[in-house]
């Protein structure tokens, strides 16, 4: 008799009929976990909300780890009093990162914060999982279920399906935020959005290391030689930063200009072509700097960045004049300093930087969509002209609006609306993001 290894016994199985799916309930369900829905997210469990957090990737952090932005921008403001304009979900990390030394303060312009994205993604993991949060990865959102009142046209979120290799989920929620960069929850739904006319353009970002870092180009220098070669290597952005982690062998590059397509073939190859150009960019470093950049070798490729696609057609559409007047809205729930930054040209994009005293605003009608009482979004699909949405949809006035669309919603439980909180108590307890 043969020698059996194991007990273990195997049965064949058949898919059962009805497409069945996994149901889930919370009274918060999170659609992308980005630095905006994981603020949301995190906030709401501390509020003692129940939460789910579900994402498109197959890892939480978003672009924050999964398309090595490497900067936190728009956390601070101008120089030269860099006043601290965005807290909640920054101060622990912050703190944490900073005993590590996997965090740096790049004094410019203003303060833009470089971090170890690795490390930030093992910091965000256990920081969800030690709050009981619970995760759906891999999860692209298929279908939208809401209970519409017939009179008036308004309507509450009750469902949403999403879609994972593992099958189907269903999560029953009360309330909703839609943090997924490109409104997909608010799509589904069927609700207004808005896209621009012609491409604004992502990045794709490489980590590399190996480098002589002491002798590492000047910004200035880096991109007139990008310009005096970017026939030569083929280079279509003809500016663009390299990110050098102080103490460390390696940095970021910023250098490429990639379509974003909502279309899901365009861009699978929008992807491939973004590896390619920064490949060609690579070898431009090499070539051209062999003393910072000769024994370069690429760690990693991120996910393709996204910078703006499709967004909420909001209450208000936040514009550039409100941007540059530094207008304050008496529902203001995020504020930054952040310049214009619109990539909308292949070869460059705008670059509008502020004074040293200013701040500008995002209302929370600019989160809200006309007619759905439990739904808020956060991050760069909330609205504004492509301008002033080019202005605050850097991570920290994302994370500022998540933090807001947890406090906003929980006004809001019980069956009430969040065009009709109490906007005092809101303002009380977004203060520090927005008057401390």
């Known amino acids: 008799m043969p020698h059996e290894l194991t007990e273990l016994k195997v049965k064949t199985v058949t898919k059962p009929a009805g497409d069945p799916a996994e149901e889930l309930s919370a009274d918060v369900c999170v659609v992308g976990a980005g630095i905006a829905g994981?603020?949301?997210?995190?906030?709401?469990?501390?509020?003692?909300?129940?939460?789910?957090?579900?994402?498109?990737?197959?890892?939480?952090?978003?672009?924050?780890?999964?398309?090595?932005?490497?900067?936190?921008?728009?956390?601070?403001?101008?120089?030269?009093?860099?006043?601290?304009l965005t807290h909640g979900i920054f101060d622990r990390m912050f703190a944490d990162l900073e005993k590590t030394g996997d965090i740096a303060y790049n004094r410019r312009h203003t303060i833009t914060v470089a971090y170890d994205e690795v490390v930030l993604g093992r910091w965000?993991?256990?920081?969800?999982?030690?709050?009981?949060?619970?995760?759906?990865?891999?999860?692209?959102?298929?279908?939208?279920?809401?209970?519409?009142?017939?009179?008036?046209?308004?309507?509450?979120l009750a469902a949403v399906t999403f879609a994972t290799r593992h099958g189907k989920v269903r999560v029953r929620a009360e309330g909703f935020v839609d943090a997924s960069g490109d409104a997909a929850l608010a799509w589904e739904a069927g609700l207004p959005c808005r896209i621009p006319e012609r491409t604004i353009y992502g990045s794709q970002q490489v980590r590399v290391e190996n480098l002589r870092t002491e002798n590492r180009p000047e910004p200035a220098e880096l991109v007139a030689a990008i310009k005096a070669n970017a026939e030569r290597y083929d280079l279509p952005r003809l500016e663009g930063l390299a990110f050098?982690?102080?103490?460390?062998?390696?940095?970021?590059?910023?250098?490429?200009?990639?379509?974003?397509?909502?279309?899901?073939?365009?861009?699978?190859?929008?992807?491939?072509?973004?590896?390619?150009q920064a490949d060609r960019v690579v070898r431009f470093l090499r070539e051209v700097f062999p003393e910072t950049f000769g024994e370069a070798r690429v760690r990693s490729y991120g996910f393709p960045g996204r910078r703006q696609t499709r967004w909420l057609a909001a209450v208000h559409q936040l514009t550039v004049d409100e941007v540059r007047s530094g207008h304050r809205f008496p529902d203001a729930v995020a504020r930054t300093a952040w310049p214009i930054e619109l990539h909308d040209r292949i070869e460059g994009y705008v670059w509008e930087e502020f004074g040293?005293?200013?701040?500008?605003?995002?209302?929370?009608?600019?989160?809200?969509?006309?007619?759905?009482?439990?739904?808020?979004?956060?991050?760069r699909c909330v609205d504004g002209d492509a301008a002033a949405l080019s202005s605050v949809r850097v991570m920290g006035p994302c994370a500022a609006m998540g933090f807001a669309a947890a406090h906003a919603l929980d006004l809001a439980s019980g069956g009430g609306s969040v065009h009709e909180i109490d906007l005092a108590a809101l303002r009380e307890r977004v203060h520090e993001n927005v008057d401390a």
């Open 38 to 84: 994981l603020s949301a997210a995190i906030e709401a469990r501390k509020l003692g909300r129940s939460v789910v957090l579900a994402d498109a990737l197959p890892v939480l952090g978003g672009q924050c780890v999964n398309s090595l932005i490497g900067l936190f921008c728009g956390v601070y403001g101008n120089a030269p009093e860099y006043h601290r």
């Open 124 to 156: 965000i993991e256990n920081l969800v999982y030690d709050l009981g949060i619970q995760v759906v990865l891999g999860a692209s959102v298929l279908a939208v279920e809401s209970d519409a009142e017939a009179a008036t046209g308004e309507r509450r």
């Open 244 to 276: 050098f982690f102080q103490g460390r062998d390696w940095a970021v590059l910023n250098m490429t200009h990639v379509e974003s397509p909502l279309e899901a073939v365009r861009a699978s190859r929008a992807q491939l072509e973004g590896r390619a």
């Open 356 to 379: 040293p005293d200013h701040v500008h605003y995002v209302p929370l009608r600019s989160l809200l969509a006309p007619g759905v009482h439990n739904m808020v979004a956060a991050g």
